[in-house]
């Protein structure tokens, strides 16, 4: 049972598009962050509405009730096609970390500095044809 709270804070940022987020019921002890209520559901044999990746390493269960004054019926079912959406985006996105480099120089995803710049231009070799 090991949560993966990356994965189920991606599903409630998901399911924010679309409508509220429930404030936290103080019966449950173990809420991670907003929306995130973790419960061994493995050892207490429950199932999760989601579940994905294999042995069920992304599981959840999703509640959207229309109870509350600020849901419909209609925005109870698109929260869950937005959980749904949101839970497969995080599981198929590539892992950030995985991606190749192409240049061994800076930070990816930050501009180079005017060092990395002549470092880079330092380690070309000029071709004249």
């Given amino acids: 049972e090991e949560p993966q709270v990356e994965f189920l804070q991606a599903v409630i940022d998901g ?3 679309v409508t509220h ?4 019921n103080e019966i449950f002890d173990t809420i ?3 929306g995130i209520i973790l419960v061994p559901s493995k050892s207490l044999g429950l199932c999760g509405s989601l579940s994905l990746g294999s042995g069920g390493t992304y599981a959840a269960t999703t509640e959207v009730y229309p109870d509350s004054p600020k849901a419909t019926g209609e ?5 869950q096609v937005a959980a749904i959406v949101a839970a ?3 599981v198929l996105a590539p892992p950030t970390t ?7 120089i800076g930070t990816p995803g930050k501009p180079w500095s005017e060092v990395e710049r002549k470092q880079w231009k330092e380690s070309r070799k000029n071709q004249r044809s």
């Fill in 88 to 90: 497969l985006d995080f």
């Fill in 98 to 104: 995985e991606i190749p480099r192409f240049y061994p």
């Fill in 32 to 34: 991670a962050k907003e």
């Fill in 75 to 79: 925005i109870c079912n698109e929260a």
């Fill in 15 to 17: 399911v924010k598009k």
């Fill in 21 to 24: 987020i429930a404030p936290e």
